[in-house]
């Protein structure tokens, strides 16, 4: 397909995104790269894991984007005394009937917020979890397929880790992106002070149906990614398996293990969300850059020697992606 | 009358015995009746034939499973009296103590015309003992004891013994002295040679350096000499396009344009007093040469030409004239 077409009918299909960010905007602060990959992971069909310290609107911003959809959201409290069945739902016996009847849990919307998602046990992520990547729950013997779309957006602090479960490698793995959110500007801040203070908060309206979301999800499979992009994302994957192919010797102590296939998988559907967002029909590699902290940072690990001086995964992305050289 | 027939009978069978029958004897023995523990043994066995007579090797093997065989002699073959005399020496050894029997050993042999049918040589043994043309003849047993070393327990125990230290021969040391020389001469030569090749290779080389407005220009003139876009190679023109001004611009510049996108490289560029005036002509330039590189654009030819010329203006533009040339790690 020509890429005028192809510009064209993104043009067409993301109007959404523009009404969706006036709205989340009414009630959110600055926060613009959170929001956009937010919108990333509705596009992309992928979960989205939000890390952050208190108080960053984390909630909140998940909140808006799905009250701005006409979609069934649920918001689910991660506690520790949280059951696989207060997610999913269960089998209750009907005394009337005498007979037991299936009773769904939240889980059975289109959008859900696990809000502190590390402070619920294994049990209860691994129910999850499953669910986000099989798109399915089976409660008794029946299974039932998720409806479209079906995303979930968890939150988690990175500070009081006592009394937390933290999400093992394996299942932190399945979230698309992980997203960290910074303190805003001093700016921003006084803007939401104001808004915070005043007698009237904003009310968000619902102004996007799922259907645009599904008709968006069929257009960004046509942004045209080329090899040569196809071989940037695998560059950067392989760097963080194989440094020294790369001349990144210094990083080969670093890290204990590289990026995942799935990895390579979520920055090609990333960096096309990215095109999609920024309204071309095609992916540079900016898209790649731009997705790449958040789609890698959950999938690279560190070794103790880089923990002891302070080294994170997001600093050895940083030099993979200054070192691979871009196409 | 009577006494003459017996004395006929015993003529005739005296006389048909020497001219029919072959006649062999064979005996075995050991050097002495009493050995110590771990001892040699020295084991024999003698076989005294007619002529006609051709002796196999003994099987010693079944007989001598309770000793340990050390060695087997070749055995030595001797004539006496018209008769042959072959000798068969074992060195044998006993590593425990008590009363050894050899027991009979089999001794094989053919006679007449079967002594030239090379068949029945290489039988086995079972299959010697089972052809009628292989006769036999076993060999006395022998006995002898292996005893203990007495050991005189009113005595005292005594250390082990030191190793005993072998001195160094003239000769042992005169090799060793010849295989660290030669050790010696073999790395001083490997590294003559490497000292020689890297001093020769600086004196051959003189690198000179090129500013880095040349180096592109003339890979621009190369890649225009190519015509690649001509050839339909289009995504191929602009990748090298495109190269060869982000390689400009880290060296010009030092900016590590190989490594960073283009809305990075501008951004940088945005940065630098020096590159104000092509700002507009390298955006233009980077964002077109993307549309070709990573969208399924297909350029007018015009774009293609006026690529180089953007090109070029970008070099020209902001190259630093130098009155010289420098060394550095360029090859003219």
């Known amino acids: 397909m020509d890429i005028t077409v192809i510009n064209e009918k993104i043009k067409q299909e993301s109007a959404f995104i523009d009404m969706l960010l006036q709205e989340i905007g009414k009630v959110i602060v600055g926060q613009k790269d959170m929001i956009e990959k937010l919108i990333i992971g509705l596009l992309g069909n992928g979960h ?83 669910a986000m990547q099989e798109k399915q729950i089976t409660i008794g013997k029946e299974t039932f397929i998720l409806e479209e779309p079906f ?113 390579s998988i979520n920055l090609a559907i990333g960096a096309k969300a990215m095109a999609f967002i920024r309204r071309r029909g095609y992916v540079i590699p900016e898209d790649v850059r731009g997705i790449c902290q958040d789609v890698l940072r959950h999938r690279i690990a560190v070794t103790y020697e880089a923990e002891a001086e302070d080294i994170t995964s997001e600093n050895v992305i940083e030099e993979i992606l200054n070192k691979v050289e871009v196409p | 009358m009577r006494k003459l027939i017996v004395l006929l009978f015993i003529h005739i069978a005296f006389i048909s015995s020497f001219a029919f029958a072959q006649t062999i004897s064979v005996e075995a023995k050991v050097d002495s009746s009493q050995y110590l523990i771990g001892d040699l043994i020295h084991f024999s066995i003698t076989a005294e034939y007619s002529s006609d007579i051709k002796l196999l090797k003994p099987a010693v093997k079944d007989s001598l499973k309770n000793l340990t ?35 009979s050993i089999n001794l094989f042999y053919l006679t007449g015309s079967d002594t030239s049918d090379s068949k029945l040589l290489n039988l086995s043994q079972s299959e010697m003992l089972n052809n009628p043309k292989v006769r036999v003849i076993q060999t006395n047993p022998v006995v002898f004891r292996v005893n203990l070393i007495k050991v005189n327990l009113k005595k005292d125990i005594k250390d082990v013994k030191e190793p005993i230290k072998i001195p160094y021969s003239w000769e042992e040391l005169l090799m060793y002295i010849l295989i660290a020389l030669l050790i010696i001469g073999i790395l001083y030569y490997i590294y003559y040679r490497y000292k020689k090749k890297k001093s020769g290779a600086v004196e051959e080389k003189k690198i000179i350096k090129l500013p880095p407005h040349i180096t592109a220009l003339n890979e621009l003139r190369k890649l225009r000499e ?52 092509i700002l507009e002509t390298t955006e233009n330039f980077l964002t077109n040469a993307d549309l070709v590189k990573f969208a399924k654009f297909i350029p007018l030819k015009s774009l293609n030409e006026e690529m180089m010329q953007q090109a070029e203006e970008i070099v020209n533009r902001t190259k630093k004239v130098e009155t010289g040339v420098s060394q550095g790690d360029e090859h003219v």
């Open chain 2, 69 to 103: 065989i050390l060695s087997i002699d070749e055995p030595i073959v001797s004539e006496k009296n018209g008769k042959k005399l072959s000798r068969f020496n074992f060195t044998l050894s006993k590593y425990d103590s008590g009363t050894v029997t050899i027991s």
């Open chain 1, 151 to 263: 995303l979930v957006l968890a939150t988690q602090n990175p500070i009081e880790q006592e009394g937390t479960y933290p999400l093992p490698e394996a299942q932190v793995d399945r979230f698309m992106l992980k997203v960290k959110i910074t303190y805003p500007s001093k700016e921003e801040e006084l803007s939401i002070l104001r808004q915070n203070v005043a007698s009237d908060f904003p009310q968000i309206n619902p102004v996007v149906n799922t259907e645009d979301i599904l008709k968006a999800r069929k257009v960004l499979q046509e942004v045209y990614t080329d090899e040569k992009i196809e071989r940037y994302i695998l560059d950067i994957v392989f760097a963080s398996r194989n440094p020294k192919e790369y001349g990144l010797d210094s990083l080969s102590e670093l890290i204990s293990y590289g990026a995942s296939p799935r990895a």
């Open chain 2, 226 to 277: 190519e015509g690649l876009w001509q050839q339909g190679l289009i995504k191929e023109y602009h990748s090298r396009i495109t190269e060869i001004i982000r390689t400009y611009f880290s060296k010009r510049f030092g900016l590590p344009a190989l490594e960073m996108t283009t809305a990075e490289t501008l951004s940088k560029l945005r940065e630098n007093k020096e590159t104000e005036i």
């Open chain 1, 48 to 130: 989205v894991l939000l890390e952050g310290v208190p108080g960053l609107a984390k909630t909140l911003a998940i909140k808006s984007l799905a009250s701005a959809m006409k979609a069934k959201f649920q918001r689910i409290q991660f506690t520790p005394d949280l059951l696989p069945a207060d997610l999913i739902g269960t089998m209750i016996y009907n005394q009337k009937d005498g007979d037991f009847t299936i009773k769904k849990g939240p889980i059975f919307s289109n959008f859900i917020l696990a809000d502190e998602i590390n402070r619920a046990p294994a049990k209860v992520q691994s129910a999850l979890l499953e």
